[in-house]
């Protein structure tokens, strides 16, 4: 990494101003890696060791940023778009924190999106081995048979020849050309229950996220942000490490 001017790494530190800082340097207060400091020296926070007094200083930890966000139907899950089109970034411009959307959501679904600046969960949350489950309502426009109920409970072939994993299906209510079911995947392919009921011949006609992990939407409404409560993000911690 680059190395930062010793100054802003005692006051990153909360150990002084930048000034006092320097101050503490010009005094020969300050060692790196043993040897007294002086003013002009740059380090690596992960591998020098610097002391003031002889007290071993390190970074206080970044607070980062957890939120839930209800995106609408018709916004882009990215941070900015090349065709100009609405994406989450227009919501989240009175938040300090440059957070950015943790997995996708198609334009034409809704519902629970989380946002982070937090770039190691994002990745682990995301990988295909950590199998956090999601749960969507689905409103199809057909009245399944049983044995595509089964069929996509227990995984279908997709347009690109993947089968899906097991997935928990419940259904909701039930018309004559209308189901509502409750689909938990433990994956997520590219517009996956999109796929998943076209493969057994149901068009999707809504599709909202209402569970990523612990995270529930809840009262938010399309356009909503709200910040994760401490348990919530104990429990993605957990999922992401396992």
Known sequence: MDKLRLQKHIADCGAASRRGAEELIAAGRVTVNGVTAK???????????VCVDGRHLRQKR????YLAFYKPRG?????????????????????????????????????????????DLANRLTHPGARVPKTYRVT???????????????????D???VTLPADVEVRDAEENRMVLRITLYEGKNRQIRR???????????LKRETVGPVRLSKLKPGELRPLTAAEIKLLMSLGNE
């Open 39 to 49: 003013l002009g020296d740059r380090i690596d926070p992960a591998r020098d060791v």
């Open 62 to 65: 970044r607070e980062r940023t």
């Open 75 to 119: 916004v882009v899950t990215t941070m900015q778009d090349e065709l100009g089109r609405l994406c989450v970034a227009s919501y989240v411009k009175s938040i300090p924190a440059r957070v950015f959307p943790v997995g996708r959501l198609d334009r034409d679904s809704e519902g629970l999106v989380l946002l982070t600046d937090d770039g």
């Open 140 to 158: 199809v426009g057909e009245r399944l048979t049983a044995d595509k109920l089964s069929a996509l409970r227990d995984g279908v072939r997709l």
């Open 160 to 162: 690109d020849g993947y």
């Open 196 to 206: 998943m009921c076209e493969a057994v011949g149901a068009p999707v006609l809504l």
